[in-house]
């Protein structure tokens, strides 16, 4: 006589996610670290809409705010003993936008349109989220005891401030265009001012696995 299967076990409901709950103070903070990116971005594109520079120094202004913001919410996560599943990725996020895209945002506004500075821009956005995805996969690898990490491999994204600093005396010394230091080379068909190799360079350190930089 054959038993009867025995019924599958009951499925436990699955539970709801809820993101807002799971927002810390260091969450908030982040992400006013990609909404002064992202008004960067928006202030960059309103310079190039309407011809007016003053919109320039409005995304300027905004990138140390970013900055304030990067580096304030891990010291309120260690202050407060909290941090939410969402915090990791929500830095990442923000840093893209705040240190990826606004920087390459704000060099494309000043003058580095060229097809090739185009490109230049695109590699060093790209070196960017790599060198953030790099950093979340390998963090606990390069972390001590204590769960902190020892150093970076590469240059951390937030270095790209120091492009913007370079922009912004650019632009204060009314050498933005066609003006810009090194000026434009016509290479065929397209164009590439010698300045945007920053970015190039900026963004190869990026992803650079021989450079490591001590995290303090």
């Known amino acids: 006589m054959t038993s009867e299967p025995s019924p599958p076990p009951a499925r436990r409901p699955r539970r709801h996610f809820s993101m807002i709950r799971t927002f810390v103070l ?29 919109w320039l120094w409005v995304a300027f202004a905004l990138m140390p705010v970013a900055l304030a913001m990067d580096v304030a919410d891990g010291r309120i996560a260690r202050w407060r003993f909290r941090k939410s599943p969402l915090g990791a990725d929500l830095d990442s996020l923000a840093d893209v936008i705040s240190f990826g ?10 003058g580095l349109r060229g097809g090739l500075d185009v ?29 902190k990490v020892k150093y970076f491999e590469g240059t951390p994204i937030p270095t790209s401030l120091l492009l913007v600093m370079v922009l912004a005396v ?8 066609d003006a810009l230091w090194g000026g434009v080379w016509d290479i065929g068909p397209v164009q590439l001012h010698p300045l945007v190799l920053m970015y190039v360079a900026s963004g190869s350190a990026m992803i650079s696995k021989t450079l490591r930089i001590p995290k303090f």
């Open 26 to 54: 260091a969450d908030f903070v982040t992400l006013g670290n990609g909404f002064a990116g992202a008004g960067a971005i928006l202030a960059s594109m309103q310079a190039l809409a309407t011809g007016n520079p003053r």
């Open 101 to 110: 895209m606004a920087p390459a945002a704000l060099a494309f506004a000043v």
């Open 170 to 177: 650019a632009l204060w010394q009314g050498r933005i265009g």
């Open 119 to 147: 490109a230049a821009l695109l590699y060093f956005v790209a070196c960017g989220i790599s060198r953030l995805a790099r950093f979340n996969v390998t963090s606990a690898e390069l972390s001590d005891g204590t769960g």
